[in-house]
T-cell receptor
Framework: NAGVTQTPKFRVLKTGQSMTLLCAQD?????MYWYRQDPGMGLRLIHY???????AKGEVPDGYNVSRLKKQNFLLGLESAAPSQTSVYFC?????????????FGQGTRLTVV | AQKITQTQPGMFVQEKEAVTLDCTYD???????LFWYKQPSSGEMIFLIY??????QNATEGRYSLNFQKARKSANLVISASQLGDSAMYFC?????????????FGQGTRLTINP
């Protein structure tokens, strides 16, 4: 029962470095999301995808890019990391657009940019 | 725009007491869903309970119940007979159609601490 898997779980970057966070789900879900969690601000949506080959901007997309080349994978890229991107990142997926279907979350990636 | 507000940054409750976590929402969509998630110190997000905007009855899942008051746009989580393991962050979230696509919007969270 893998569910939603995020890699890596922890990472420290220097300002200006780039990296890619991988989210993989084995539940054949259509929708996938990337959130960031910061103290006192809850989870904020960065980008999302409603199906393979599609991506769209969320609430806080600046500084991030995403790709969904395969249905099961949703990649979040930081081209030039900044200290303001220090956060915990969560990936989530859900099977379809029905309102009563829950979103399943990965375990999070703690990213520190120094 | 859709918005979720949780006005209690932190709550402290004695073990075995009931606790109510507040959540108010704002949306113009007639159809939406409301969720509560628990985030323990280990960091994962655990789904607790769901309430649909057209559901006639308040949702219940074991010790969790959702006090849904549609006219007031509130969806408070009630935990009965609290346990030490209930200590965690709790997030209220709303699912609805924003700009043609379904999104899940979260509140700021409430940190619940259960005292022995």
């Amino acid at each position: 029962n893998a569910g939603v898997t995020q890699t890596p779980k922890f990472r420290v970057l220097k300002t200006g470095q780039s990296m890619t966070l991988l989210c993989a789900q084995d539940m054949n879900h259509e929708y996938m999301y990337w959130y960031r969690q910061d103290p006192g601000m809850g989870l904020r949506l960065i980008h999302y995808s409603v199906g393979e080959g599609t991506t769209a901007k969320g609430e806080v997309p600046d500084g991030y890019n995403v790709s969904r080349l395969k249905k099961q994978n949703f990649l979040l890229g930081l081209e030039s990391a900044a200290p303001s991107q220090t956060s915990v990142y969560f990936c989530a997926s859900k099977i379809n657009q029905a309102l009563n279907t829950e979103a399943f979350f990965g375990q999070g990636t703690r990213l520190t940019v120094v | 725009a859709q918005k979720i507000t949780q006005t209690q940054p932190g709550m402290f409750v004695q073990e075995k007491e009931a606790v109510t976590l507040d959540c108010t929402y704002d949306t113009s969509d007639p159809s939406y869903g409301l969720f509560w998630y628990k985030q323990p110190s280990s960091g994962e997000m655990i789904f607790l309970i769901y309430q649909g905007s057209y559901d006639q009855q308040n949702a219940t899942e074991g010790r969790y119940s959702l006090n849904f008051q549609k006219a007031r746009k509130s969806a408070n989580l009630v935990i009965s007979a609290s346990q030490l393991g209930d200590s965690a962050m709790y997030f209220c979230a709303m699912k609805g159609i924003i700009q043609g696509a379904q999104k899940l919007v979260f509140g700021q969270g409430t940190r619940l601490t259960i005292n022995p």
